[in-house]
């Protein structure tokens, strides 16, 4: 990490919309040549932040300096001109044009007033050869990995000059080995004077990538931190505001919890199957049993969430609700049923920006009732108000943009959606994935309170610790395969690891 001066500086920051202050009075600096990592809950203000400093918003207190001058942002092409870039978790990028083109998009070097394309090509091998990428620039974007499009969205910010870095959660949807590559592009950024601001909700990430941090809650600064010297306990708590006990308060639900739970089962799957997708299964749920599924992406673990609530078709085996056979070949037949289903696209199943958290949270409700058979806008507050304040979804205000909100609120938004529905078995996909700790906590507590007032939840996550702690039941998955399905009493993370790597337990037989 540099000892020179700050590239970029915030000083008291500070921006408001309506009823809300996003960040009251922060300061944050940024050294070349280091990586800063930038944490918090989510609504503690890290994306308005990052807005301010790529001239997304404009602040309406406070400064920002770069290179130790004063510098206003009009818009985002103004920062981006004095040398900061973002890359987000969502590549921003035109899967349909090649990856010169994509590199180079909006600078493409001109002759006799057409693009030159072969000085365009060239420039681009030269900017992915900083990154050490060897890619065909000729090829098609779409064709290639997300780990290899956030290179060249990287590469993109570097065509322009930049400066200042800004990596929000680019991390969230690469493999290992893929976040390894990631890591050595970044450090070898740093080492060229580039200065990076890091954005992610993985802890051992940012311990293993960051020179220094940044915590923010609630909109405020709470500390600038040396990983060396804070643990990440302590972390983990100045995001959250109190002591990381409510996930061991939360405690893993024991099977005596479950004694009460109604011997004849609500859904009955027997030889369930889709081909490519999922071998055929046997399961039985019943009312109040939380059933968390297990294993690694590709598993099958979303292939059986899908067949199960008819979001895909299957074309082998029966199901049967309440005793009778049913036929859920698409989610309405299914939630006619009382089975519901939160998908893990949550950029085509879930929240819809540009409607308000009221509207968000009356969709599915009025999807199944029938657009003949509209909602009134004061039932749709109501049923609103009363999840906002059930579900501690902040800022507490039905008519603002769901869009607006962070992102475990809209994952508060999106459950209040499906539970408006009263279902009987609820089918959560990584109902958790990419929220802080606060959130994790206030989702898993909400999901055992339900299971513990007799609805049934599927609960998939990547997360084993996540599954062990909330579940009753756990489903392995393998190879399209259920490997497992095993009362969650003394279960151990070894006992899954190796039903996931081997098909069997430790000691056990090949099945």
Not at 6 to 32: K, M, N, Q, S, Y
Not at 56 to 74: E, N
Not at 260 to 288: C, H, I, K, T
């Amino acid at each position: 990490m540099s000892t020179e001066a700050p590239i970029l500086e915030a000083h008291d920051l500070t921006v408001a919309f309506p009823g809300h202050v996003a960040l009251d009075g922060v300061d944050f600096r940024l050294f070349p040549g280091e990586v800063h990592a930038l944490l918090g809950e989510n609504g503690a203000g890290k994306s308005t932040l990052i807005k301010a400093l790529t001239g997304v918003l404009r602040p309406d207190g406070g400064s920002l300096t770069l290179d130790g001058s004063v510098a206003r942002f009009a818009s985002p092409a103004d920062a981006l001109a004095m040398g900061i870039a973002a890359v987000y978790q969502e590549v921003d990028l035109l899967p349909n044009l090649s990856v010169a083109e994509n590199v180079m998009l909006g600078r493409e070097p001109r002759r006799f007033g057409t693009i030159d394309w072969k000085t365009t090509r060239r420039t681009a091998r030269d900017v992915l050869a900083r990154l050490g990428l060897e890619v065909d620039v000729t090829s098609t974007l779409g064709h290639h990995s997300l780990a290899v499009q956030q290179l060249v969205a990287i590469a993109r910010a570097l065509a322009s000059d930049a400066r200042v870095l800004i990596l929000d959660e680019s991390t969230a949807s690469l493999d290992n080995d893929e976040v390894t590559e990631f890591f050595r592009v970044v450090r070898s950024l740093t080492e060229q004077g580039v200065a990076v601001l890091f954005v992610s909700h993985f802890l051992e990430q940012v311990y293993e990538l960051a020179d220094r941090l940044t915590v923010l809650r609630d909109g405020h600064l709470i500390g600038e931190y040396l990983p060396s010297e804070i643990l990440r306990i302590d972390v983990v708590s100045k995001m959250i505001g109190r002591d990381l006990t409510e996930l061991d308060e939360l405690g893993r639900r024991e099977a005596s919890e479950s004694e009460g739970v109604a011997s004849a089962p609500f859904l009955v799957a027997r030889g369930v199957s889709r081909r490519g997708a999922v071998e055929g299964f046997d399961l039985d749920v019943a009312q109040g049993e939380l059933i968390g599924v297990a294993g690694l992406l590709g598993s099958g673990r979303t292939s059986l969430a899908r067949v199960l609530t008819g979001a895909d078709k299957a074309d082998g085996g029966r199901i049967a609700v309440r005793g009778r056979a049913r036929r859920l070949r698409t989610p309405r037949a299914a939630i006619r049923r009382g089975v519901v289903y939160s998908s893990e696209d949550r950029r085509v199943g879930g929240i819809v920006a540009d409607l308000t958290v009221r509207e968000n949270i009356a969709l599915a409700l009025q999807a199944d009732r029938g657009w003949w058979r509209p909602l009134s806008k004061r039932r749709q507050t109501e049923l609103a108000e009363s999840y906002l304040d059930s579900l501690g979804i902040r800022p507490a205000d039905p008519e603002l943009p769901a869009g607006s909100l962070s992102g475990g609120n809209q994952q508060k938004v999106l459950l209040a959606r499906w539970l408006a529905l009263a279902p009987e078995l609820l089918v959560l996909d990584e109902p958790t994935r990419g929220v802080d700790i606060a959130a994790k906590v206030d989702v898993q507590r909400l999901v055992t309170d339900l299971a513990a007032n007799g609805m049934a939840v599927l609960f998939i996550s990547a997360e084993l610790e996540e599954v062990l702690r909330v579940s009753d039941r756990v489903l392995v998955m393998r190879e399209h395969r259920m490997v497992g399905d095993l009362v969650n009493a003394d279960l151990t993370l070894n006992d899954l690891l190796s039903l996931i790597a081997y098909g069997r337990s430790e000691g056990g037989d090949d099945d």
